[in-house]
């Protein structure tokens, strides 16, 4: 048997299953347009309203600030080892375990720029360029008492 006879062969059978792939199925699917018109739905529109209390991952809570107490500052102790020790350390320096594996120092949270809760609460939710923003991740009531835990972090130093 001579495999030379079956090399035309074998490359059109390969092309025609490559160009298979090829075809635009998913462009050229039935969709809707942004604020096109429709009939599909009864009030005539294809951008549908956001469900109500609905909310964006960007947009900040703007929950009250709750009063602090010991069992508050035990769930912020907690979500802070969960959350934050990781690359901030046990005492909040910046010096967790990623500093030692190759990772940029972070900003202690005694920083300056941390010295109101507001910014504290905010940095928890939308972070810089090394840390990653936790703000989908910690609900509001968390971030304050992170807050909470970071403030008394700084001043028993």
Known sequence: MNLNQYGPVTVLIT???ILQGCQQRMATQPKFLAYAPTSFFSDSSSARPV????VSREQE???RKPVPSAAILK?????????CATCHGENGAGEGQVTRHGFARLKPFTAKQFSEDEALFSAIFKRGLIEHPFGASINPSDRWAL????QQMKVSK
Do not use: M
């Open 147 to 150: 807050v909470f835990h970071l």
């Open 51 to 54: 469900p109500s209390g609905t």
């Open 61 to 63: 809570f703007s929950e």
């Open 15 to 17: 092309a025609s299953i």
């Open 75 to 83: 769930r912020g102790q907690e979500r802070y080892r969960i959350f």
